[in-house]
Each structure stands twice: as structure tokens, then as C-alpha cells.
């Protein structure tokens, strides 16, 4: 069966640290990866997707993504957050529907 | 220019109730899909429709179901609704067919509480 996994459900960092947040898919196809971020309040915002071709990809607001596809991964990567950066990650797989895994809440201290 | 919007926002409903939902997806959009969205939990793929047609369906009972209309607005609705229904609803559309590399827009989603 299809499934996305997030490694980590809460990640508490301070102002400037480094981030990365893992996700695994099992998917037996061409896959379309994506990640998602939903700031408290707001609806769900597309940070970055990969469809095919360079395996890093950069997305909005200084966040940065890679496919490896012997992990069949797709961690998503910022060398320094900010306390805006507070919010629940998704990463999801799709091609005609999108996986999500169960996301990852984020906190960022000033 | 707008996005997504889905009606209502916020939704009470009584088990064993029947629900609409709806949702207008961004204007040139053809694709629309629904998921659901457990607290504490990911958005669950519900349906997708493009060009009125139904073009997948997830795991859910057919107590749910949706259609999408000529102006590609879509409806879903949920009968007999279970104390599990609750959640907060979510309409994605996109601009090209399912088949297609493309992303989905979502909307702010209509959270439904059933008593």
C-alpha cells in the first residue's frame, strides 16, 4: 500500500537553528513529491514540489528539499529558521491523488 | 484574485444527520478533490473529480459521495453521519488533468463537528 511517514510528530527549535524534517514514502511509481505548510489559522500552502529532473529543490521562504531515490526520501531542509516559520509540515506523494503523512508541528522560540 | 473557497466554514450536525459541503475552486481550475482531515492526522484523499467526472475515489464508505458541477464548483455530501465524521474538510483544484504534473490549491476547509 501507498504510505508517506514523517519521522518526527513535534520539533521545538530556537530562532536561527537548522532544520530538517524527515519523510519516507512507499510508492511504486513515478512519484511526484511535495511538501505542504499549514500556519496556524491559514489553509494548506504548496512550499516546494519535485516532479522530475535536479534532485534539490528549493521552494519559497528559504526552504530547500531532496530526493534521494534509493532512501525514498524527500527531506525538507532550512540552515535558519525563524519564529514565523511555526506551522504543521506535510510532506505528500501523488501522481492522480495526494498522500499525506501525518504531519509535523513545528515551534520556533524567539 | 481568489482562491478556493469552501461553505460553511464551521458546521454542527447530528449523528445519523446529512451534510453538504461546498466548494469553488479557482477560476480556469477543471480539477477538484476532497479530503478529510482528522485532528492530528494528514488530509485523506476522498474523491476527485475533473470535468465532472469522477477520476478516483479513497477509502471511504458510500455514505460519502460528490459530484461537480458545469461551472466545476463540486458538492460533497455525507448521509447517516457518524460522531467519526468530524473533521475538518478540505477542496483542492488544480488547473489540468489528473494525469498531469500539477499542484493542488486548497481552501481553508469546513470543519464539521457531528454531536
Known amino acids: 500500500a501507498q504510505s508517506v511517514s514523517q519521522h518526527n510528530h513535534h520539533v521545538i527549535l530556537s530562532e536561527a537553528a537548522s532544520l530538517e524534517l524527515g519523510c519516507n514514502y512507499s510508492?511504486?511509481?513515478?512519484?511526484?513529491l511535495f511538501w505542504y505548510v499549514q500556519y496556524p489559522g491559514q489553509h494548506l500552502q504548496l512550499l516546494l514540489k519535485?516532479?522530475?529532473?535536479?534532485?534539490l529543490v528549493k521552494g519559497i521562504k528559504g526552504f530547500e528539499a531532496e530526493f534521494i531515490k534509493s532512501k525514498f526520501s524527500f527531506n525538507l531542509r532550512k540552515p535558519s529558521v525563524q519564529w514565523s516559520d511555526t506551522a504543521e509540515y506535510f510532506c505528500?506523494?501523488?501522481?492522480?491523488?495526494?498522500?499525506f503523512g501525518a504531519g509535523t508541528r513545528l515551534a520556533v522560540h524567539p | 484574485d481568489a482562491g478556493v473557497t469552501q461553505s460553511p466554514t464551521h458546521l454542527i450536525k447530528t449523528r445519523g444527520q446529512q451534510v453538504t459541503l461546498r466548494c469553488s475552486p479557482i477560476?480556469?481550475?477543471?480539477?477538484v478533490s476532497w479530503y478529510q482531515q482528522v485532528l492530528g492526522q494528514g488530509p485523506q484523499f476522498i474523491f476527485q473529480?475533473?470535468?465532472?467526472?469522477?477520476?478516483g475515489r479513497g477509502n471511504f464508505p458510500d455514505r460519502f459521495s460528490a459530484r461537480q458541477f458545469p461551472n466545476y464548483s463540486s458538492e460533497l455530501n455525507v448521509n447517516a453521519l457518524l460522531l467519526g465524521d468530524s473533521a475538518l474538510y478540505l477542496c483542492?483544484?488544480?488547473?489540468?488533468?489528473?494525469?498531469?504534473?500539477?499542484?493542488?490549491?486548497f481552501g481553508q476547509g469546513t470543519r464539521l463537528t457531528v454531536v
Open positions: 483542492a483544484s488544480s488547473p489540468s488533468p489528473p494525469a498531469d504534473n500539477t499542484e493542488a490549491f
Open positions: 510508492y511504486g511509481g513515478t512519484v511526484n
Open positions: 519535485y516532479f522530475s529532473g535536479d534532485p
Open positions: 505528500a506523494v501523488g501522481y492522480n491523488k495526494l498522500i
Open positions: 477560476s480556469g481550475h477543471k480539477s
Open positions: 473529480y475533473y470535468e465532472k467526472e469522477e477520476r
